[in-house]
């Protein structure tokens, strides 16, 4: 069975710092992509950063960046520069190839900024 | 360019009444999806479809529950007779032609509430 991770159900960071939340996953194809989306009080889910298993540079968007592990299925997210706004659930999702397109989610790690 | 639309944003329904809740892509996508978020929980998916299609509806429930979309005009996924386990937030999502690799944007979401 396909299955994502997140072994953190909550964290807290100061602002300006650096914050990193961890994933892992567990999959037997070897193409396949992987996201983290952000949920804030609003509870709106927004694309935070995706992630191609086939490309071995890690992804970056502005202050946010992954580690992408291939061998150790892990896909951690790193959060540069912390803001109040950035307070939000977070959610790990993974897809894969086949007939279906059907998104795997953790259950979410629940990040406070502080001010 | 819109994002993707759900309405209503809040539905109150009483056990045993019907509850519709519609979901319109965004422009391009042909491909939507409906994905159930429990209270305290990760999302969880229910089905994927296209136009006049269903691809995968593996995740829906047996029973009561059913989904569409049209030819012309929004995905529409239906609750017949609900209970209270039934109360959530559904979201739907979109994404282009394509296959897996595209990715999924979501709308902001319909929380129902049973009473």
């Known amino acids: 069975a396909q299955t994502v991770t997140q072994s953190q159900p909550e964290m807290s960071v100061q602002e300006a710092e650096t914050v990193t939340l961890s994933c892992t996953y567990d999959?037997?194809?070897?193409?396949?992509?992987l996201f983290w989306y952000k949920q804030p009080p609003s509870r709106q889910m927004i694309l935070v950063i995706r992630?191609?298993?086939?490309?071995?540079q890690n992804a970056t968007e502005n202050r946010f960046s992954v580690n992408f592990q291939k061998a150790a299925k892990s896909f951690s997210l790193k959060i540069s520069d912390s803001q109040l706004g950035d307070t939000a659930m977070y959610f790990c999702a993974f897809i894969n190839g086949g007939a279906t397109n059907k998104l795997i989610f953790g259950t979410g790690t629940l990040l406070a900024v502080q001010p | 360019n819109a994002g993707v639309m759900q309405n209503p944003r809040h539905l109150v329904r009483r056990r045993g009444q019907e509850a519709r809740l519609r979901c319109s892509p965004m422009k391009g996508h042909s491909h939507v999806y409906w994905y159930r978020q429990l209270p305290e929980e990760g999302l969880k998916f229910m089905v994927y479809?296209?136009?006049?299609?269903?691809?995968?509806e593996s995740g829906m429930p047996k029973e009561r529950f059913s989904a569409e979309f049209p030819k012309e005009g929004p995905s529409i996924l239906r609750i017949q007779q609900v209970v209270r386990g039934d109360s959530a937030a559904y979201f739907c999502?979109?994404?282009?032609?394509?296959?897996?690799?595209?990715?999924?944007?979501f709308g902001p979401g319909t929380r129902l509430l049973v009473l």
């Open positions: 992630q191609e298993a086939y490309k071995q």
């Open positions: 999959t037997s194809e070897n193409n396949y992509y």
């Open positions: 479809l296209q136009k006049e299609n269903i691809i995968d």
């Open positions: 999502a979109s994404s282009p032609p394509g296959g897996y690799q595209e990715t999924q944007y």
